[in-house]
């Protein structure tokens, strides 16, 4: 078994008053790619949002590669390695897409450029529309966007919240392929509704549940558990 | 066509007087009215900054301009009284007092803008009646303070002699002050148009006025830039200050009260956080108020609330607005 890249321990979030994570613990494997499943309201987007430090926990441990995160500034988290693609995207809609990208690249040296530019070989839409607005880009060229901002750092974990939501079924068929590309550069935790994208991507699945992780394993165990599936996610 | 839309709702208003006032007084009045609108400019643009970038509602604004007005009051008094800089006939020290004052004006706002958002305005992020309270209360205690350190009366601005009267060209008649206003304000307009559309920080800050979150997950620490605009909105506030005092030949410790309407008035026009929907959102004001007030006195402020009325039932968002 590979390594473990990040490490959610007994982790518990309050938006408000409300009692949103109630316990979740989840280890992500380097270099492999692990879906957080769940019905809506469960908590996905939360443990999200905690992880990069934009809701702290009340309690509970957030670790990459160790070392605690939780407690620090979203940007102090951000520039430990973590990339984030949150749900909706996120793309700044009066920028243009070179202004998105380049505000996303926090190097200035060689290498930096030089990854900028495998990134828009990736996203050729991209690297077409880049002096564009990216408020009029279609609704996959903003969720590619969104994706290539994340992988202009050398992140060493990705976060990608619900990247299918609201997308055609061929335009789902591009984002797969950027996922994947995606894997090649980090580990991945994603939160993904469809499951047929969760099943073509993911190594490992973690099931949320009222704010609570309740089942984990492998995606291939999942995919043959009829029960479970149709016990927590209604399929 | 939509985007020039604004600009052209400028000059329509701008040539329509035309058809009451004669062409020389007109151009007078066109002067002052730009210069009047340039001088707000440099209070709405760092209003429209802080509430468009960090959402905050900051009524001590008005007192960060009285403050850079008597900041600049002071140096120019004291290096006429002592080298008499302001009365000498030498273009190079009127124009030495003047960025000695602009330098004074803009110092004091910027200090008194930093203490203020370090002290009292980052407790209350995301808060706005709290903010509307307590930069009241802010603005309250400065304007006392002016009061204690200057005494509560009117006092006269000394203005250097090179910027004093007025030049005749092809009769007519062009005052000084509000062409230095106006070319004062168009370079503050260039330079902020160029932090913001050329530089990496300008990038970040309007990033930050679109989606503050989103800035800081991409690794930016926004409260850093917030800090940085809420010092430049101040100390542009104190040249505001500095610049209409010189320009109405008087200070007051309420001067910026007073002005602080004006410069919402503009903000909300304009469009909240777009520095290029402010300033044409003064130039109407300012030319507006300046025709008005000659053909119909008394109608002078009124017209300009109903200008705000009319522009936003058109365009909700302001001119420039993002729709946030």
Known sequence: MAETLLELDDVHTYIGQHHILQGVTLAARRDAVTVLLGRNGAGKTTTMRTIVGLLQPARGSIRLEGRPIHGLKPYEIARRGIGFVPEGQGIFATLTVDENLRLARLGDDAEAHARLARVLELFPDLERFRAARAGTLSGGQKQMLSIARALVNPNRLLLVDEPSKGLAPIVIEHLVEALRAMKAHATVLLVEQNFAMAQALADDFYLIDDGRTVHHGPMAALVADDALKKRYLGI | ?324
């Not at chain 2, 006392?144 to 060209?169: A, C, H, K, Y």
């Open chain 2, 1 to 324: 066509m939509r985007r020039a839309a604004p600009a052209v709702l400028v000059l329509g208003l701008a040539l329509l007087p035309l058809a009451a006032i004669e062409p020389r007084v007109y151009l007078t009045l066109t002067i002052a009215g730009l210069a009047m609108g340039m001088l707000i400019f440099l209070v709405a643009a760092g209003l429209t900054l802080i509430f468009g970038l960090m959402d905050v509602l900051n009524f001590a604004h008005g007192a960060l301009f009285s403050w850079g007005a008597y900041a600049g009051f002071t140096a120019l008094v004291l290096l006429n009284e002592r080298l008499g800089w302001a009365e000498a006939p030498s273009v190079a020290l009127n124009v030495l007092l003047l960025l000695v004052g602009v330098a004074a004006a803009m110092a004091a706002g910027l200090v008194l803008g930093v203490v203020l958002e370090r002290v009292i305005v980052r407790p209350v992020y995301g808060r706005h009646m709290f903010q509307i309270l307590i930069t009241l209360g802010a603005t309250i205690v400065l304007e006392e303070l002016i009061r204690i350190g200057w005494g509560p009366n009117d006092q006269v601005m000394p203005v250097p002699f090179t910027f004093q009267g007025s030049w005749d060209l092809a009769d007519v008649i062009v005052l000084r002050v509000p062409v230095v206003a106006i070319v004062l304000g168009l370079g503050v307009y260039a330079a902020i148009a160029f932090v913001l559309g050329r530089t990496r920080v300008g990038l970040i800050v309007r990033a930050g006025v679109e989606n503050g979150e989103m800035v800081q997950v991409l690794g930016h620490n926004i409260h850093r830039y917030f800090t940085g605009v809420f010092a430049a909105g101040s100390a542009l506030a104190g040249l505001g200050g500095l610049m209409w005092a010189i320009f109405s030949q008087s200070v007051r410790p309420a001067m910026g009260g007073e002005q602080l309407i004006f410069a919402f008035i503009v903000v909300i026009i304009g469009g909240l956080g777009s520095v290029t929907g402010s300033l044409l959102g003064s130039l109407i004001v300012g030319l507006s108020y300046n025709y008005v007030a000659f053909l119909v006195p008394k109608a002078a402020i009124g017209v300009n609330m109903a200008l705000m009325v009319v522009i936003l039932l058109l365009r909700p968002a302001g001119l420039f607005g993002s729709g946030k």
